[in-house]
């Protein structure tokens, strides 16, 4: 069950991300996940959860897109889909198949919060039990002009 | 008010730079890394007190590395040999991780500088050590014949991403059944024309042919195995980008110029 030690290393990477945009919030992570990637949707979901208790993604929304195996022969050209596991071996033509998706692991984009809610979150939680908004705002300028260049992907 | 950034970034980059950074210092320094991964039980350690035997016998300066949740029986199993053995504790994690590797093996100096074959015994596991890149030069997946033929097929990503597979107990192989032809078949499905070496500790089969190996693929005799599974693996790794001043590249097979050592 290495989805825990999955999940540190992207919530590190999205918190980094989020540091240099100036936020102190994420809402949604979207993550591409390879059907051969050796990761397991629901394991990584649970252990995504904890993980990111006490951190900028402590609520945020997980989106996991399943990507599909695909895989093509190079001597007959034929392109299908490898299954799980994998049928990488085209028998007719006697060839390694050439896997062409499946294998991410990837981060795709997150969906960054600047609404300033530590200050409505310092109210509603007055005795501070939680501690999980105590991140200090600070707004890079230089992030904010970059807004402009976020386009959806594809 | 929400923004959406595209990251694109490999989850496991870091790992994969710690990997990539670790496997060009054991390159400059002239060492051959081997990661050896497999199921718990499989004979791994057993096998691995008889390479370190012949190393020494051949005078190939080797040192072993063994990663075990707890307990150091198997360092003091392998030291024995009289090579270089540290015994890397994980407490629980069920995989070993590039940077964990480096740390131990720099702690002190440990690793002798002319160590020439480094030996990675990896958590008794097939599923998680799979992910994990630790910079070696071969990954050697290893199935004793008390396993099943189906192995494979249930550790796709293991043995799908292995530079060799190496059966082991193939003294027993009759008396439980092994079905040599149905496994070689599974494993080509997953990573065809993998090179495949049958060994044995208590007939010391194979061990031999196994070390030769690895010498020809560190003197280059040998080319490096490339799985079909690791072909689309690798763009993806070794860079790390946000989209705000590059297009996008990642919808597109890169050519497969990297040699995977």
Known sequence: MHELSIAVAAISQIEEAAERHGADRVAVVRLRIGELSGVVPEALRFSFGIAAEATRLAGARLEIETVEGRARCPVCGREAPTGVPPALWCAPCGAARDVLSGRELEIARVELDDTPVSEDAGASDATGATGVTGATRKVNPADLTRKANHVPHR | ?261
């Open chain 2, 1 to 261: 008010m929400c923004r959406t950034v595209d990251l694109h970034q490999a989850v496991l980059a870091k790992n994969d730079e710690r990997a990539l950074a670790l496997r060009a210092e054991l390159a400059a320094r002239g060492t051959t890394a081997v990661n050896l991964l497999s199921s718990p039980g499989s004979g791994k350690t057993a096998l691995l007190e008889l390479l370190l035997e012949r190393c020494a016998a051949e005078g190939l300066p080797a040192a072993a590395v063994t990663a075990d949740l707890a307990t150091e029986n198997d360092a003091e199993r392998l030291a024995r040999s009289g090579a270089p053995v540290r015994q890397i504790l994980t407490d629980g994690l069920c995989h070993l991780e590039a940077g964990m590797l480096r740390r131990h093996l720099t702690e002190g100096g440990w690793l002798p500088e002319d160590t020439a074959v480094l030996w990675v015994e990896n958590v008794g596991n097939l599923v998680c050590p799979a992910s994990y890149d630790l910079g070696e030069t071969l990954r050697v997946v290893l199935a004793s014949v008390t396993e099943g033929e189906d192995k494979p097929l249930k550790y796709p990503t293991a043995f799908g991403l292995a530079n060799a597979v190496v059966i082991t107990k193939t003294d027993i192989a009759e008396a439980v059944e092994f079905d040599r032809d149905g496994f070689l078949r599974n494993l080509r499905q997953v990573n065809p024309d993998v090179p495949v070496l049958e060994t044995s500790a208590r007939t010391g089969r194979g061990t031999a042919e196994l070390l030769e190996f690895v010498r020809r693929t560190r003197d280059g005799r040998c080319p490096v195995h490339r799985p079909a599974l690791a072909a689309e693996h690798e763009p993806l790794l070794h860079h790390r980008h946000e989209d705000d001043d590059h297009p996008h590249g990642h919808a597109h097979p890169h050519p497969h110029g990297v040699p995977a050592a």
